[in-house]
């Protein structure tokens, strides 16, 4: 029963292999159409995601989670792309993935962190995403009105690692 799971039961690993991190990336986020229903920034987030270290999250051996991250400057890694099925959000996942990345982090030198996602106040999905991020501890650095659309103004958040 998905209410008795708990973070503590749910593995987090690191994914190597190319196409095994496609296929997790894929199976996660066209699960989440309210994030991702934008066919070709999906596509484009399973293919670069592949690319970059990745870490996905099991219930038993069923991939739930999984968070991708980028370099996007010599002291700075980006949380590229992160995504948990619905039915485990609030399950403490989201925040153990975050957890490894920002170990990660502080394990290979970097100074911060970066995650981008849509400003507050213009879907409910996506402020629930930025009450997360701000629970982290990350804090509102830029909003970029037209990086992706002007309906889907970029909000960047940072913290120190």
């Known amino acids: 029963m998905?209410?008795?799971?708990?973070?503590d039961a749910v593995q987090v690993l690191e994914t190597l292999e190319l196409s095994e991190k496609k296929r997790i990336s894929r199976l996660i986020l066209e699960a989440l159409p309210e994030w991702f229903g934008i066919p070709e920034a999906r596509e484009e987030y399973i293919e670069e995601s592949s690319a970059y270290p990745f870490y996905a999250a099991y219930d038993n051996?069923?991939?739930?989670?999984?968070?991708?991250?980028k370099e996007t400057g010599k002291d700075t890694l980006e949380l590229y792309v992160m995504g948990i099925l619905k039915e485990y959000h609030r399950k403490g996942i989201g925040r153990k993935l975050f957890e490894m990345a920002k170990e990660e982090a502080k394990k290979k030198g970097y100074s911060f962190l970066q995650v981008k996602t849509v400003q507050m106040?213009?879907?409910?999905?996506?402020d629930a995403t930025n009450r997360f991020y701000l629970s982290l501890g990350f804090k509102e650095f830029e909003v970029f009105?037209?990086?992706?659309?002007e309906w889907n103004p970029c909000q960047v958040y940072v913290m120190t690692v």
């Open 2 to 7: 998905l209410d008795s799971v708990k973070s």
């Open 61 to 69: 051996d069923k991939p739930v989670g999984f968070i991708s991250l």
């Open 121 to 126: 106040g213009r879907y409910d999905e996506y």
């Open 145 to 149: 009105p037209t990086l992706w659309d």
